[in-house]
């Protein structure tokens, strides 16, 4: 039940898990992050990098496997752990569709960089407001 109203607080992504992809799930993580972005910014996230020439590079990544998911649809769910001056820090968990497990949790630190000089920015408020929806409490 708590772990149901915590859910309800996130953004989450339903992917199906193929062969190829079981070793590698950072990929589902940003297709995650971009589809959040696409659905609770008023722009998408490939217009803010051509548009505003904006970005959000991963500085730190923590994950963690706990079982198996080859073959099986899954929930990745996105919340958000902390937002800092420059810094955000993402929690994303991948869980099997067929019965909740989690199986695979990857925490991942990004900065706002200005992509022609690839130094930090704030985190201005516009973004504050998107990153705060699934903030994780």
């Known amino acids: 039940e708590s772990r149901h109203s915590e859910l309800s607080q996130a953004f989450t992504s339903i992917q199906k898990i193929r062969f ?25 996230y490939p217009a803010l990098i051509k548009e505003r020439r904006l970005s959000f590079p991963a500085v730190a990544i923590q994950s963690e496997f706990q079982a198996t998911l080859v073959g099986e ?25 067929r019965d909740g497990a989690l199986c695979f949790q990857v925490e991942v630190t990004t900065v706002l960089v200005h992509l022609d000089t690839l130094l930090p920015l704030p985190i201005e408020a516009e973004l504050r407001d998107v990153f705060g929806k699934p903030l994780r409490e």
Do not use: Q
């Open 20 to 44: 190829d992809d079981a070793p590698e799930f950072f990929h589902l993580r940003h297709a995650t992050f971009e589809d959040f972005f696409d659905t609770a910014a008023s722009l998408s």
């Open 73 to 97: 649809a899954a929930f990745v769910t996105l919340t958000v752990k902390t937002i800092g001056r420059f810094a955000t820090v993402f929690i994303y968990d991948i869980l099997r569709e």
